[in-house]
């Protein structure tokens, strides 16, 4: 009838492998390779081995709490949180493309909170070993060693560190690429499953930070020697960042220090910027986060004798009198 609004028309059902694939397509584009290639195997593990042949229109709440709870017993919060984000965005674009109607179950249930052990930092004694040891076993290796320490940039941002982005006279180090090794999504037969992947940093986005001046001269008399297009911790090839990782953790047993993560440099040097005074936004854009909030949260860990040192700063009463006093209690 004339003036009557139209009930809208869905799509042929599909089954929930069908729309994951759509979505997975439809997004590729707006994607990093290191996103889309996450995204893809958090899929193919997680997700499509328990809904993969389900039509998308008959899972319910109970389907959802049932693949949450499964997965809770061996995943981490993040894990959980992003299959979450995942489920919500194929639900967007299945709601978008007249796939669905409503929203199929609750994604905030169950509530899932990052969580986890803090991360461990070198402690002062261990700084001094791992220079100590770099000082007399000097090689382009341990410089990136004593780069993420003294300059906290990341393990990919490291191997893709290149002579051209080193300003010597400027005193300036420009974080354009990061390196990664990628699984291939649709490999060829016979050929590589994976490859070595350089792409910008995390955030997408560039960034300039200065050098500490203990490593500026250091630089610079390592800087002559190298075209611009080599590489700092190599020569005209990239490293991987996985046998720069384990030639970190030969460093930490030659230099007797217990075994640690290579990201730990990094919490490290956000640590001894924040006991030494430094600014926290000045901390946030040297590191490249997204806001100050995840500096402070996740990257900082006060060491006990600084807090020590903060507390005896607190001036409060003194009660002379009490001190005086023996314990009068039976």
Avoid at 81 to 86: D, F, G, P
Avoid at 174 to 179: A, E, L, N, P, S
């Amino acid at each position: 009838a004339t003036g009557q609004t139209q009930e809208p028309v869905y799509k042929d059902a599909l089954c929930f492998r069908d729309a994951a694939v759509l979505w997975l397509d439809d997004s590729r584009e707006r994607w990093k390779p290191s996103s889309y290639v996450r995204y893809q195997d958090c899929l193919e593990k997680d997700i499509l081995p328990q809904w993969g042949k389900m039509p998308l229109r008959e899972i319910g709440q109970e389907d959802y709490d049932k693949l949450i709870n499964g997965l809770k017993s061996r995943l981490k919060g993040s894990s959980i949180n992003t299959i979450n984000s995942i489920l919500k965005a194929i639900i967007k674009y299945s709601l978008l493309n007249r796939h669905l109607e409503k929203s199929p179950f609750d994604l905030s249930y169950p509530s899932v909170k990052k969580g986890g052990r803090s991360m461990d930092i070198l402690t002062a004694e261990e700084i001094w070993d791992i220079t100590q040891y770099i000082d007399s076993h000097f090689t382009p290796l341990t410089l990136g060693i004593l780069l993420a320490l003294y300059e906290g940039i990341r393990l990919g941002e490291l191997c893709a560190l290149q002579w051209r982005d080193v300003d010597i006279e400027k005193g300036i180090l420009h974080i354009r690429k990061t390196m990664q090794r990628l699984r291939q999504p649709s490999p060829e037969p016979g050929g590589p499953k994976t490859l070595l992947h350089l792409g910008i940093p995390k955030n997408g986005r560039e960034r300039t930070i200065p050098i500490h001046p203990a490593v500026l001269e250091i630089l610079r008399n390592n800087r002559e020697e190298c075209p611009e297009e080599y590489y700092v911790i190599r020569d005209h090839r990239p490293m991987e960042p996985r046998s720069f990782s384990r030639h970190f953790k030969y460093v930490l047993r030659q230099a007797g220090i217990r075994n640690l993560n290579f990201h730990t440099l990094r919490h490290t040097f956000a640590s001894c910027c924040v006991e030494a005074g430094m600014d926290i936004k000045v901390l946030s854009e040297i590191l490249g986060h997204s806001s100050v909030k995840i500096t402070m949260d996740r990257y900082v860990h006060l060491s006990m004798q600084y807090k020590q040192s903060q507390l005896g700063n607190l001036e409060l009463p003194v009660f002379p009198s009490i001190n005086r006093q023996k314990n009068s209690r039976v």
